[in-house]
């Protein structure tokens, strides 16, 4: 097995002190090791992740350093359904509320067009001949070259959504304080998608796609998903503010990005 550099096991914040969800590197990870390490996943049981900061100046490295994680407070992800939680998620930030003061009734309807209020249900799987695993090393080296301080953090789990849980990852704390719900659809978009885990921040997701969507037809109904999955991407993504725009971008792209407030 490669040989780790310096680094730590966290002990969570929360319960008694003896859970120990994921080992932190003291220094800043390289590509290198990552795709090793990936490469002997199967084998060594724990998959990789280039951890992120909430501040890249942060001495505590939040919330991986400070041990704001945690895991006895998530479900399996094995217990949710990520077609019935995408369409409630849908459903519950697509609600007209008339004492919203942030977005009116017709601009909301706007956002989601041409959907509206109507969930389209989940997108087809997509066939590729890239190679799932070396597009994640190499997405990896990329994330590495725009965020060069994050550090490499091991999780005893069998894939990208399950370490999402067992690390006890709490970025979309302001809409569901159950990282195992998200686990379950990150693990359907590995089925159908190919995507893997490469990346987490505070409260950042970054995955890599081997088979995003190639058609206005199907980036509608991915980017329903996203919608669903993280509204913020599209409510405070780039201008103009619609799924329309967000299908448009994510139309080829080998990479996934999402991001909570």
Known sequence: MTLLPPGRVITSDEGDGDV????????????????????????????????DSLDPGDDEFRPWGSGEVFPEQMSSPASHDPARLLADWWATYTAIDEDDDMLSAKRRLAVTAPFGQNWPGTAPSEETATNADQLATEYAGAFLSDRPQSRLGLVAAASGAEALTVAGWAGPLNYDNDTAKF?????DWERRFGA???????????LSVAAPPMNEEDALLVA???????????WQG????????YASRITGAHNWDFWWD
């Open 20 to 51: 120990q969800p994921l080992w932190l590197s003291n220094r800043p990870a390289t590509a290198g090791l990552w795709a090793r390490i990936y490469a002997e996943r199967t084998r060594s049981g724990l998959w990789p992740l280039l951890l």
């Open 183 to 187: 686990s379950a659809v990150v693990r």
């Open 196 to 206: 893997r885990v490469v990346a987490v921040g505070f409260s950042t997701l970054h």
């Open 224 to 234: 329903a998903e996203h919608f669903a999955f993280c509204p913020d991407n599209v």
């Open 238 to 245: 780039s201008k103009p503010y619609t799924l329309a725009a």
